[in-house]
């Protein structure tokens, strides 16, 4: 099939953009279009008009600011998986972008349109919720911040007005030599995710957990923090016996039950893939204080 016809709008400016959205009706905004494109061309989105941001310059860039790396909205996955700045301060990201689709995909997607898709499979959009992330958001009134959890809505539904433009990201960073621990589970390489897990976590002077972050990606409408999870975990000496009961803790998950797979195959993955997230964090902690 092709795409239902629409106007073409191709803005320079942030300002431009969010003058055009606030204009025209039934309008959908085209970042690296590695969705937008196929649910155009299936008919699943047939907007009047097309406001394609590639153009604003101003929306590309990675950088370190205050403790805290900031990647603008229109930055490639690619950029990410190459940069040595992610490499360096937040690896768990680093890791986690090379499990997004396949070379080409991530050579045109970015973080932007990944976030605002919010496919609850979305590796990036689990990367936003494990670390809690602040995203900056454009629009007719001026910016406004807020964390993910306030953002992420429910299924790919963020909390952007048809007149916002999402702009940029912040994700504080971790302690240096921090745990960190990525994995999922698709039925082929770059395929969806049926299920995937992210750990951070930092031990005090005696060993034991004093900061702990554990999500679960492709089981809930959004990404999820496991809060229960951390609490178990905070204050413990990190034993495989502490991670799993920590993992059952993800069994209070609402799950996804659909033709991919049936909601309890989803949460004994949730389960599986913490335990191991959070094994392989450990395991990164303990091989960063041995160099």
Not at 106 to 120: A, Y
Not at 180 to 204: K, M, N, P, Q
Not at 252 to 280: C, F, M, V
Request: net charge negative.
């Amino acid at each position: 099939m092709k795409a239902a016809p629409f106007q073409y709008h191709d803005p320079t400016s942030i300002d431009e953009a969010i003058d055009l959205l606030g204009k025209l009706e039934n309008a959908k905004v085209l970042a690296g279009g590695q969705s937008l494109m196929a649910m155009l061309n299936m008919r699943y989105a047939q907007p009047d008009h097309v406001v394609d941001i590639n153009r604003i310059a101003d929306l590309s860039y990675i950088r370190e600011a205050n403790g805290a790396l900031v990647i603008g909205a229109m930055t490639r996955q690619r950029d990410l998986e190459f940069s040595d700045l992610v490499r360096r301060t937040c690896p768990i990201l680093h890791e986690a972008i090379q499990h997004v689709g396949h070379r080409q995909t991530r050579n045109r997607g970015t973080v932007g349109g990944s976030l605002c898709h919010l496919d609850p499979s979305a590796e990036l959009a689990a990367m936003a919720a494990l670390h809690n992330a602040t995203l900056t958001v454009a629009g007719p009134k001026g910016s406004r911040e807020l964390a993910f959890k306030e953002f992420a809505l429910g299924f790919m539904t963020p909390a952007l007005e048809v007149d916002e433009i999402l702009t940029a990201i912040r994700i504080e960073f971790w302690p240096k030599g921090h745990g960190y621990g990525f994995l999922e589970f698709a039925r082929r390489h770059g395929d969806f995710a049926v299920a995937s897990a992210g750990a951070l976590i930092t031990l005090d002077a005696k060993g034991l957990i004093d900061r702990a972050s554990l999500v679960i990606g492709g089981v809930g409408s959004v990404p999820t923090r496991v809060e229960s999870a951390e609490q178990i975990l905070l204050g413990t000496q990190p034993t495989q016996a502490v991670f799993e009961e920590a993992a059952r803790a993800c069994k209070s998950i609402e799950a996804l039950d659909d033709i991919h797979a049936p909601a309890s195959y989803r949460l004994h993955l949730a389960e599986t893939l913490a335990r191991r997230a959070l094994a392989k964090a450990l395991l990164s902690l303990r091989s960063d204080g041995e160099q």
